[in-house]
């Protein structure tokens, strides 16, 4: 404002189209970030999770443990980190699949099933929720490494293991490794989110 008040007058209509055009942009930022806050508002997490995953975990909210609950939103959110930008697209495209109508059902259960598994798993037990885990998650697996062949997400898969090391009991850590292996059997060894 001060230019423009110091100005001979030749410059002002250009000088005001500047300042206007400068204004406009900081109105639309400013709408955008609240439009981002409104967004945030009406999710049912919390704002360390972005908000394209945000609206996907509300899908199984109050249907898992708390714990695996929790291990859930950690693990998204450290995906969401993991593959960046770049990567979000595939990575929600993923969450979509997970979240169709169809299969949450299952997830459900095989999440319910999974928190039971202890010491005390009969092997037959175990077996049996491999087959299912793995017949159920092959497909959407197998769908984001075909939507994301050059996604890398081996650094998360190392972190997952030592995140699960400190959550996960014994059994449950057998279990996440042999479905690994098996899922990775089934494209050929790169890690996906399990």
Known sequence: ??????????ETPAMLDRLDAELAAQ??????????????????TTPDLPPELAAF????????????????????VLLAHLVGEEGMPHLVGYYEQLSDPALVPQIIAIAAEFHELDEHTSQDRF??????????????VEAFRTDAPDLNLSDAARLFDEYSASMLNPTQQRAMAVVGERLDAA????????
């Open 57 to 76: 975990m509300g899908t199984l909210s109050g249907h898992l443990s708390p714990e695996l609950e929790q291990m859930d939103r950690d693990q998204t």
């Open 127 to 140: 077996d049996a929720f491999i087959e299912r885990f793995v017949t159920t998650f092959e497909q959407v």
């Open 1 to 10: 404002m001060r230019n423009l008040l110091d100005e001979d007058g030749a």
């Open 187 to 194: 494209e050929g060894g790169q890690a996906a989110p399990a």
């Open 27 to 44: 109105i639309e930022r400013l709408t955008a970030q609240r439009a981002l806050i409104a967004q945030l508002r009406g999710l049912p």
